[in-house]
């Protein structure tokens, strides 16, 4: 790292062979999946390569790439259970085909409504809602899932929640 820091360019490409492999390894064991394991390696080495010029030889280099890799590994889960989710509200279960069919479209289009403009909000917003809605996890649980504070979470969703309405309110008077 120390060589990479002093200019050689093909330092870092020798840094990155040297830990590709086990960098692989534990993101794929960390998300259950060979690719999304890859992708958070990845990306752990984009952010080592942007790091380059703040990066402060304090400390071991092994403890400072793991933690890189550690954070792109829960952002990438996170990512996976915020698109889980999403998908689950897309796949809402269609009303009862005992109403009538006028109001099985009307929910139908609400519905699609909803998921399309769950797509408008900022991701974090977004992801809180999809948590607690659509996973049905308890605001503890969506605290830990995102390793944030409970009352930013109770902000989000309040915050998310409002902004929805908004937009779902100006949707329905256009």
């Known amino acids: ?23 692989v390894a534990f993101g794929t064991q960390y998300l259950g ?7 958070a390696a990845q990306n752990a080495f984009i952010e080592l390569a942007s790091s380059l010029a703040s990066y402060q030889a304090r400390g071991l280099f092994a403890a400072f790439w793991h933690r890189l890799l550690l954070n792109q590994c829960r952002m990438t889960a996170r990512k996976r259970q915020a698109i889980r989710a999403l998908e689950a509200v ?14 099985r479209l009307v929910d139908r289009q609400f519905q699609q409504r909803v998921v399309s403009t769950l797509g408008q909000l900022d991701e974090r917003l977004r992801i809180v809602i999809a948590l607690r809605f659509s996973a049905e996890l308890s605001l503890q649980q969506i605290a830990d899932t995102l390793d944030i504070p409970l009352g ?7 915050n998310g929640l409002t902004t929805l309405r908004g937009l779902l309110d100006g949707a329905l008077d256009a």
């Open 90 to 103: 897309a796949e809402l279960q269609p009303p009862s085909t005992s109403a009538p069919l006028d109001e």
């Open 152 to 158: 930013t979470v109770k902000s989000r969703l309040f």
């Open 33 to 39: 999946d060979r690719e999304l394991g890859r992708d």
């Open 1 to 23: 790292m120390r060589r990479a820091l002093a200019g050689e360019r093909l330092a870092f490409d020798t840094l990155v062979r040297r830990h590709q492999d086990r960098a």
